[in-house]
DNA sequence: GTCTAGATATCGCTT
DNA sequence: AAGCGATGTCTAGAC
């Protein structure tokens, strides 16, 4: 109960990492970047081994009513006068070890408190990112128009990589930016390209295709002021026949 | 235990909130927006009342490994055959309302499984960052240079708002992009703002500044490039000065 | 290490 | 409802 943050090495020994589940009544205080107080009520904390703690309420999306990442570490102290006479049993401190950032747990009343050992996790594969998405239009450049050629992927410029170089049937050059949601960002992104591109004798003329699952309206709007093609792609359909090729190895 | 996901509204009674603490051996497959895999681990599963479902390990930030978002549904089913062999006792399916997004969830072991009442969460009181930021900056306006004088905060033009609108020594129009982290994209957003502006002849010649705690390499080159000043703030010595200020009163 | 671009982002506000 | 900007963004990859 009185146990601190538990590292996962002390003196060159490993110990089993440990996850520590507690429901408590708590109000909770944050002072880093920003300023945060949470009322008293009942809440889930989850202390993790490396020090980190996460403060959840039952609802919400993933992202926790208040945290403190690691590399952090979790003291228990007594609560003083005034903190004993509004209730608290337990004052948790969280402090980051690199910045100055605090989390303060009052902790009222413990509902629930358990220990776990979960090990260390092999970790998440992905599928389906905007890699994949470049993967499936290099394979398939004739989504850019009839005609079209892959020059290559990531085409190297002095300010960045363009994700796709392409030929058009006329033989110029096409830079092409890929986005999985097209904002303007990415627009704006593409033109710096174009800009520099343009400027290439070798290159030039180079003309702009803005790419992505879905194209919000202003972006669309600004891409076409200043004449890039917006193209949008089905994933679904392009994966489908990436999978129909597949299957015939 | 094979318990389904608890609305929180049920026939009109209006049960209490509850979440569900679960530490299992799990592999865990999401399919939607992308695909991702979790190979057989030890993790702890949150299930809260509205359904949503977070996978985490013991490290890493406050994101789960995996999760689903709410609207959505849990249901419980036995293994098939295959997945029996692999040693699935349960299957978990959780179902996003809306989209077709899936979480699936293979319960090979249960080493916790605990349900707690928490309530409805009063939220978070926050206090901070760039909202104040743009207040400080009001109030020592001087920070832009000598006898800088404020318009006014929030300035609206057609494509959005300019956070702050100023005048120099000369009575020329200042343009004031605030940022916490000075990126490309702020330095793009205040680049569009300049560009309409000029071309309001009451307003023009309208100079920019790009404003932030922190202002990154590249995009001070660019804004440098583009004749948009400069100014780094000392976010602390903002704020200080603001409390000597505010205990004058 | 630092820095940059992407994300199943989430969140809140405004139109 | 949909779009847009900010986030204590977090995270992974490049240099």
Redesign the pocket.
Known sequence: MSETGRPAHVAGIRYPQRVRLVVARCSVD?A???S?HLPLATRLLVLKADGSVLVHSDG????PL????PPCTLTVSEPDEAQTDAGAQQIWTVT?TKTS?R?IVSVHEVLHDSQHELGVDP??Q?DG??AHLQKLLAEQIHRLGEGHTLVRREY?TAI?PV?ILARDSDGHSVAVEL???G??D?VE?LTRYLELMNRDPLLAPVAGVFAAQEI????RTLAEDRGIRCVVLDYDEMRGIDDSLSRLF
């Open positions: 944050y880093g970047r920003l945060a919400g999306s993933y992202k208040n945290w403190m990442s980051h950032d989390l970790g998440l992905k990112v905007e190297m960045g994700d986005k999985r949601r904002d303007i990415g992104q919000k309206p202003q972006a």
